[in-house]
């Protein structure tokens, strides 16, 4: 679908030299002399760089449609990790370059969001919290605080998080995915 510079909104996926980018941000420009224009901030879709870019004001663009399809992480076969639309039932492959840093957050059975541009998958965003198992940290000692100080602790999907002196091994954690940050004990 055809969109002008003037119906731009943060968010929006287009497509411009045969490259997908979302608009991170935008602003109409009129200056005292000349023609209007639009100023962008501009994202690649596939990777991930952000370029300053201006239109002419009223400008062709073309307005791709964004998706978003809930999926069960079913299970991982080497570098190809296999998810199950829960709706129909139809299953979809993914390389580990297209989950990218996602799945250090996924484990088997959890439900996921696929972002489509259009047909073409351009993403994979895990739940903003998901509870995960300590596998392994150093002990905690005695006198150790929830004041105190942090220490590192690998989660079962093999993720190191920061977590405070008093979490141990085999304890269920809360964690934050947007920044690996642990929230609290389950």
């Given at each position: 679908m055809a969109i002008t510079t003037n119906n731009l909104k943060t968010g929006m996926c287009i497509s411009y030299?045969?490259?997908?980018?979302?608009v991170v941000d935008f602003q109409h420009v009129k200056p005292g002399k000349g023609a209007a224009f639009v100023r962008t901030k501009l994202k690649e879709v596939?990777?991930?760089r952000v370029v300053d870019i201006t239109f002419r004001a009223g400008e062709k663009l073309e307005d791709v449609r964004m998706e978003t399809k809930?999926?069960?992480?079913?299970?991982?076969?080497g570098d190809t990790y296999h998810f199950m639309?829960?709706?129909t039932y139809d299953q979809v492959e993914l390389t580990d370059?297209?989950?990218g840093d996602t799945k250090q957050w996924l484990k088997e059975n959890d439900v996921?969001?696929?972002?489509y541009a259009g047909t073409e998958l351009i993403g994979v965003e895990a739940p903003m919290f998901v509870d995960l198992l300590v596998t392994e940290t150093d002990p905690g000692f005695k006198g150790d605080t929830v004041q105190g100080g942090t220490k590192p602790a690998t989660l079962e999907t093999g993720a190191v998080?920061?977590?405070p002196m008093f979490v141990e091994s085999g304890d269920k954690l809360q964690i934050d995915t947007r920044d690996g940050r642990y929230i609290t004990r389950v």
């Open positions: 030299n045969d490259k997908l980018w979302t596939r990777s991930g809930s999926m069960q992480y079913l299970y991982t076969d639309d829960t709706e370059e297209a989950v996921a969001q696929l972002q998080v920061q977590v």
